[in-house]
């Protein structure tokens, strides 16, 4: 964690920094910015290469896959850069598995996806220290002086918390400044793609109205993953209240506040000495890559946690209650276990959806 504390309750997490030496021999502690000049390339190739760079550093693409702007576009469209051309999400996301990842796009028409939903997305990933690149219109920037809506991206690296709630998020602005923090509200004003009119200012403004609930978001994971983080909260939820209603643990979990991870299982096995996990993870044999969802109360103390192979080659599911030190898992198919940290286990009658 990068935490920044400005006071009792406020933090900066820059979740996406590490350690760079690409242009000297000396370390710079940050994440990659890039503003090129516009004969190179627009928002969107910057921000892909930002996205890179650090996918690149945390060794999840190899350094031969972090390309430059010009090959960037050359690879999205097949033709050099023009001053007229960006990527749209579609485009971009094709690009980045050519890149050897994995990309998750999200538009929230398409999903059915609330705001709060939709926020809820930008923090795991970006939790899960992975940029996520989001569209904006530059008319309701702070920092931007012109007043003409235009569609722009920006680079998601982290996100502000106050009393334990996350309340805003840092972006990359590669057409502007590094590090700008906005509030939630002032990204959701900003968060939509604007439509042209050419009948005059008034229908433009209700075009941008009626369209202002129209986001989309693109990430790029590890290239083994193929489960969304959406997918493995909806069944933490289902698991624990169903864990809960056949008397497993005797206090609902309240699984509103989390704090998710994409990590490979082998590093949660290291960093965490919940013995059962251990067990279980060894069973399973260790799948490369698992979403993690840890729970807390409203003081903030840890209650739960959740596990998930994220590349869904196995059936592989754990869920922890800390207060019973207790957990419940799956290795394949239907059948579950309740084991503690004695190692004591035993198979659990029914299944658990």
Known sequence: MNWVQTDKTAFYDVTCMGKYNAYGQEVVECV????????????????????????????????CMGFSIPEIQNLATGCLYNDAQGLKFVQASRLLRMCRTAAVYINNKEANFTDN?????IYAYVAAKLPVI?????????????????????????????????????????????????TIDEL???????????????????????DACTRELLVAVPREVSLPFHEVNNVSKILFSEMYERKIIDHKIDT???????????????????????????????????????????????TGLYV?????????MFS???????????????????CDNTNEREEIEGTIK
């Open 32 to 63: 990659p910015f890039i503003k090129p000049d516009g004969i190179f390339g627009m928002c969107i190739h910057a921000s892909i290469w930002i996205c890179l760079k650090v996918l690149e550093n945390r060794h999840i693409i190899a350094k």
């Open 117 to 121: 939903k939709m926020i809820k997305q």
């Open 134 to 182: 989001i569209g904006v219109d530059t008319s309701k920037l702070k920092w931007w002086k012109t007043g003409a809506p235009s569609y722009h991206t920006l680079v998601v690296i982290g996100y502000t918390m106050t009393n334990g709630t996350i309340d805003g998020f840092i972006v990359h602005d590669e057409s502007a400044l590094p590090y700008q923090v906005m």
């Open 188 to 210: 959701k004003n900003a968060w939509y793609e604007p439509k042209e009119q050419k009948d005059g200012h008034e229908n433009i403004q209700k075009e941008l109205q009626r």
């Open 256 to 302: 509103s506040k989390i704090s998710p991870m994409l990590v490979r299982s082998r590093s949660l096995y290291v960093e965490t000495n919940i013995k059962c996990l251990h067990s279980a993870l060894v069973e399973a044999d260790f799948p490369k890559y698992v979403w993690g969802i840890w729970f807390k109360d409203k003081n903030n103390q840890t």
């Open 308 to 316: 998930r192979d994220a590349t869904m080659q196995t059936d592989f």
């Open 320 to 338: 922890y209650v800390v207060e019973k030190e207790m957990a419940i898992y799956r290795l394949d198919g239907k059948t579950y276990r309740r």
